[in-house]
């Protein structure tokens, strides 16, 4: 069974930094893209940034510039450095992964971590 489990949410001050990292694990053949999502309270689950393999990166228009995405291929993790965080940051940040596994294949979620950013 394939899982994904983040770390590294918390509460930091405006203008702060944190780091997300996401592990997969399982019987996992190959990952495709791996990413970062947020959602906060009463609204939409949006991309915050997404890495392919080839690493190749998309973020979203308010995170370029502050946020950067890497991945490690051999160790099957990815992760979010954030800098310079504002309060509008705040949101519960899901890890992403397009996997392809021994047994199944899809898209996987991390449980989600909570980031606070307070003003």
């Known amino acids: 069974q394939v899982q994904l489990v983040e770390s590294g949410g918390g509460l930091v001050q405006s203008g702060g930094s944190l780091r997300l990292s996401c592990a997969a694990s399982?019987?996992?053949?190959?990952?495709?893209?791996m990413g970062w999502y947020r959602q906060a309270p009463g609204k939409q689950r949006d991309l915050v940034a997404l890495?392919?393999?080839?690493?190749?990166?998309n973020y979203t228009d308010s995170v370029k510039g502050r946020f950067t995405i890497s991945r490690d291929n051999a160790k099957n993790t990815v992760s979010l450095q954030m800098n310079s965080l504002k309060p509008e940051d705040t949101a519960a940040y899901y890890c992403?992964?397009?996997?392809?596994?021994?047994?199944?294949?899809?898209?996987?979620w991390g449980q989600g971590t909570q980031v606070t950013v307070s003003s």
């Open positions: 399982g019987r996992i053949f190959s990952i495709n893209a």
């Open positions: 890495i392919r393999r080839d690493g190749l990166t």
């Open positions: 992403y992964g397009d996997i392809r596994g021994y047994i199944s294949s899809g898209n996987y």
